[in-house]
């Protein structure tokens, strides 16, 4: 008996394996000859604002920095054009001064002397660095399970925004070192950590990997997405979801233009003169600016490995290329 349940299970394991369906698309324009630039390492961690290499070098939205950190130190943020580093366990660094936290320190953004801090225990603090004195801190319900792509805290003029682990951003006074606000993007499922802030004229754009939101003048705007990327670029919002579609929208997240690919699984967006999708099958696909027409290329990485796109850059294996 226990090997008729064997087989049977063996004949179920290959036949839902022999159902997988890939993206094959029907013509691609061959290999994309953007000039492949080295990088000395392999990633090893990542934010949504950077990322570190084997060597101790990162990876900002500035580019390769040859700026090298302490090998238990991973990338979080610049801030003042400071490096903001964290050990993961009770340090943070900034450029090479060490600021003991007592905790895990998840994400960071520093403006004058003013140290925002997300904790792995969802908790948010408010540091002044020459003071050594704590401004603020406040606990939220814990989140056992995060997207990787943590964003940072944002400073406004006159604000700070905190975006907890459990779907919310904090609005801070900085004047005053009080919450003034909080602003729900997603209050369930499990990956509901913010993995998308930004300001974009005064509007403020939020999502997790479940939800998008916009906030300006007054009016919120929600959107239900399952989204695998967003990024923005002038005033528009670009998302790619689970299903397969690149979607661009204006602020108000009032969708311009999309596009669906079947079956396709964009692993990041990027942004040359146009728009492009790194797809784990090895194809990069540029779509126009006006969205009628799209470029397939070949274009081969390991996607097993840590893949992150910032501007017009996608950095993979231990390569990286600039876009067109």
């Known amino acids: ?9 063996t004949i179920f394991i290959f036949a839902g394996c022999s159902q997988k369906e890939y ?7 061959g290999s994309y000859d953007n000039t492949k630039e080295d990088l000395k ?19 900002t939205r500035r580019g390769l920095s040859t700026f090298t950190i302490p090998e238990d130190y991973h990338f979080l943020n610049i801030g003042d054009n400071k490096v903001i580093t964290s ?7 900034i450029d090479k001064k060490v600021i003991k936290t007592g905790g895990v320190v998840v994400a960071a953004s520093l403006k004058d002397n003013k140290l925002a801090m997300i904790f792995s225990n969802n908790s948010i603090q408010l540091y002044d660095i020459n003071s050594e004195k704590i ?8 989140s056992f399970v995060n997207d990787t792509r943590i964003a940072n805290p944002y400073f406004m003029t006159n604000i700070i925004l905190f975006p907890t682990l459990d779907g919310k951003i904090i609005v801070v006074a900085e004047d005053k070192n009080q919450i003034i606000r909080n602003i729900v993007v997603d209050a369930d499922g499990q990956f509901n950590n913010i993995i998308f802030l930004d300001v974009i004229d005064d509007t403020l754009v939020a999502a997790t990997r479940n939800k998008i939101i916009s906030v300006g003048d007054g009016v919120l705007n929600v959107k239900d997405y ?13 998302l790619a979801t689970i ?6 929208t204006d ?28 797809e784990s099958q090895g194809y990069l696909i540029n779509i126009s600016n006006d969205f009628k027409s799209e470029k397939i290329y070949d274009f081969g990485f390991n996607n097993e490995e840590k893949v992150i796109a910032l501007g017009d850059t996608i950095y993979y294996d231990n390569e990286y290329i600039i876009l067109k």
């Open 226 to 238: 399952t989204i695998r990327d967003v990024i923005s670029k002038g005033t528009n919002i670009y």
């Open 135 to 142: 401004l603020l801190k406040e606990y939220y319900n814990h």
């Open 41 to 59: 390492g392999d990633i090893i961690s990542m934010n949504r604002d950077g990322a570190t290499l084997d060597n101790g070098e990162i990876i």
């Open 251 to 278: 602020i108000s997240l009032n969708v311009m233009d999309r596009k669906k690919y079947k079956y396709a699984k964009i692993y990041a967006l990027a942004y040359g003169s146009s728009l492009y999708a790194l």
């Open 243 to 248: 299903d397969g579609q690149i979607i661009k």
């Open 87 to 93: 050990n993961y366990k009770d340090s943070i660094m």
């Open 1 to 9: 008996m226990k090997y008729l349940i064997f087989l049977i299970t």
């Open 23 to 29: 993206f094959e698309p029907e013509n691609t324009v």
